[in-house]
C-alpha cells in the first residue's frame, strides 16, 4: 500500500464545474496535509494546507480533511481552463521533516 | 524578492560523471531538501538538511551526496554510482515546525538532468 494515494486522472470537468480532487494516507500518525499544483514542466506550488478536521477555504478552493478516515479532498469551484494541471497531495507526520507526496491527479478543464 | 534558485535549468551527464545541482534560498529558511520526480510519479526524497553543517538521508540517497556549509545553500551532487539519474530535481525549503505543526515547503523551479 503506497503512504499516499491518489487518483491519476486524467479528471475532466466542465468550465465552470467543481473538481473534486481526493487523497488518501496509510500513516495514522499523520499531522499536516498540503495540496500543490504543478503545471506541466513546471515545479510544484503551494495551494493550501490543513491541519485540522474540517474543511478550509481559501478563495475558489476548499481543502477538507477527515482523520478518522485517513482522506483529504481539494475541491475547486468555478473551475477555469488554467486550472488545468496536476494536483498533488502532500502528507507530514508531526515532528517529521520529510514530506509523503502522491504521485497526482492530472485535471482538465475544458472551455 | 525572496526565492530559492535552482541552476542550472538543464544539465547533461556523461557516463562515468559527478555533476553538481546548485540550489540557493534567500528566504532565510532552515530545513532545506532535495526530491527527485520521475514521469508520472510523486516526488521523492534524496536527502535533507535541518541546519547547517547537519544533513540526513532520505529514501534514494544511494549515488548522491550534499553539503550544507551555509545556510542559504544546499547543493546536490549526483555521482557516478547514481545509474539511472535522469529526472527532474527539486530543491525546497521551509521554516521550522511551529507550534508543533509542519510547514510547508516551498520549491524552486527545479533542474533536468539528462544522460548523454
Known amino acids: 500500500q503506497k503512504e499516499v494515494e491518489q487518483n491519476s486522472g486524467p479528471l475532466s470537468v466542465p468550465e465552470g464545474a467543481i473538481a473534486s480532487l481526493n487523497c488518501t494516507y496509510s500513516?495514522?500518525?499523520?499531522?499536516?496535509f498540503f495540496w500543490y499544483r504543478q503545471y506541466s514542466g513546471k515545479s510544484p506550488e503551494l495551494i493550501m494546507f490543513?491541519?485540522?478536521?474540517g474543511d478550509k477555504e481559501d478563495g475558489r478552493f476548499t481543502a477538507q480533511l477527515n482523520k478518522a478516515s485517513q482522506y483529504v479532498s481539494l475541491l475547486i469551484r468555478d473551475s477555469q481552463p488554467s486550472d488545468s494541471a496536476t494536483y498533488l497531495c502532500?502528507?507530514?507526520?508531526?515532528?517529521?521533516?520529510?514530506?509523503?507526496f502522491g504521485a497526482g491527479t492530472r485535471l482538465t478543464v475544458k472551455p | 524578492d525572496g526565492g530559492i534558485t535552482q541552476s542550472p535549468k538543464y544539465l547533461f551527464r556523461k557516463e562515468g560523471q559527478n555533476v553538481t545541482l546548485s540550489c540557493e534560498q534567500n528566504?532565510?529558511?532552515?530545513?532545506m531538501y532535495w526530491y527527485r520526480q520521475d514521469p508520472g510519479q510523486g516526488l521523492r526524497l534524496i536527502y535533507y538538511?535541518?541546519?547547517?553543517?547537519?544533513?540526513q538521508k532520505g529514501d534514494i540517497a544511494e549515488g548522491y551526496s550534499v553539503s550544507r556549509e551555509k545556510k542559504e545553500s544546499f547543493p546536490l551532487t549526483v555521482t557516478s554510482a547514481q545509474k539511472n539519474p535522469t529526472a527532474f530535481y527539486l530543491c525546497?525549503?521551509?521554516?521550522?515546525?511551529?507550534?508543533?505543526?509542519?510547514?510547508?515547503?516551498?520549491f524552486g523551479d527545479g533542474t533536468r538532468l539528462s544522460i548523454l
Open positions: 525546497a525549503s521551509s521554516i521550522p515546525t511551529v507550534g508543533g505543526l509542519n510547514q510547508p515547503q516551498h
Open positions: 500513516d495514522r500518525g499523520s499531522q499536516s
Open positions: 490543513i491541519y485540522s478536521n
Open positions: 502532500a502528507v507530514k507526520r508531526g515532528g517529521d521533516n520529510d514530506m509523503r
Open positions: 528566504l532565510n529558511h532552515d530545513a
Open positions: 538538511s535541518q541546519i547547517v553543517n547537519d544533513f
